[in-house]
């Protein structure tokens, strides 16, 4: 709970979970899950409330070929119960199967008000930000939209292509930094979750991606900082220094903005 304290410290006005019990650091045990426990779920909302926060997305809305065919109403209820306006999913199976899923999801999710948004991951079915965009086109719904990560994006070319898209698409940022090679499957799956990089101090083109969103959609910061965590930094540090160079990149991109526009 210590977690929204420091959310509210480092001026971030909203918070987001996920649906499982996972470990972003890559150290054993893995935190609590607030969709797993009622009582911890009661803690979560009264913290929130407390720091002056709201939850804006709950990740982990996944459709893999593993999975049988889901019915999310109790998770689409928990995520309401916690005040979330957004969740988000990817495809991790049959395209055509994973698009007839992801828009039975957009439908189930409608009466509660969330948005649902799909991301490319390059280690799933849909893997880029043009793969992304036809799901979206495909389903033709107005709350399914999609959501920028801007190491998935910048790493498969996606970043070139942000100018071009209908900015009312756009749902959600995730911004990190780092290296702009593409690795292989394993190793870039461990960045991804584990090991990403404070923006600006990587080799990702951030200001020029985050100048082609508009500047009221959220951004998120998903930036796992395992070598200091491991180095001892403490998490209120490694959050001041992930908000510090998010803020910088906004900052940059906002300024980048005008000048296109003069």
Do not use: W
């Not at 304290?5 to 996972?22: E, M, N, P, S």
């Not at 490319?120 to 086109?137: D, F, K, N, R, S």
Request: proline share 6%; glycine share 10%; hydrophobic share 45%.
């Amino acid at each position: 709970l210590d977690s929204f304290r420091i959310a509210a410290d480092i001026a971030c006005a909203q918070v987001g979970f996920h649906t499982k019990a996972l470990d972003f650091h890559g150290m054993p045990p893995p935190a609590p899950c607030l969709f797993e426990d009622a009582r911890l779920r009661t803690e979560v909302i009264a913290a929130i409330a407390d720091h002056g926060l709201s939850v804006h997305l709950v990740d982990g809305f996944g459709f893999h070929d593993r999975d049988p065919d889901p019915d999310h109403g109790a998770l689409l209820d928990m995520s309401a119960e916690i005040g979330a306006t957004r969740i988000s999913c990817g495809i991790a199976m049959a395209l055509e199967k994973g698009i007839d899923r992801i828009a039975a999801l957009a439908e189930q999710a409608a009466p509660y008000g969330f948005t649902v948004l799909i991301e490319g991951i390059p280690t799933y079915t849909v893997g880029t930000l043009p793969e992304a965009l036809h799901v979206v086109e495909t389903v033709a719904r107005p709350n399914l939209k999609l959501l920028i990560d801007t190491m998935h994006t910048a790493r498969t070319g996606g970043d070139k292509l942000l100018a071009e898209i209908d900015p009312a698409l756009i749902g959600h940022v995730q911004i990190c930094d780092g290296p702009a090679g593409m690795p292989a499957g394993e190793v870039y799956f461990d960045q991804a979750l584990y090991q990403r990089g404070i923006p600006g101090e990587g080799e990702l083109p951030l200001v020029e991606m985050m100048a082609c969103i508009a500047p009221d959609i959220v951004a998120g910061m998903e930036i796992p900082l395992r070598s200091l965590r491991e180095a001892g930094v403490s998490d209120a540090e490694r959050a001041r220094r992930a908000a510090q160079g998010s803020f910088r990149v906004l900052e940059a991109a906002d300024a980048l903005r005008r000048t296109r526009k003069a």
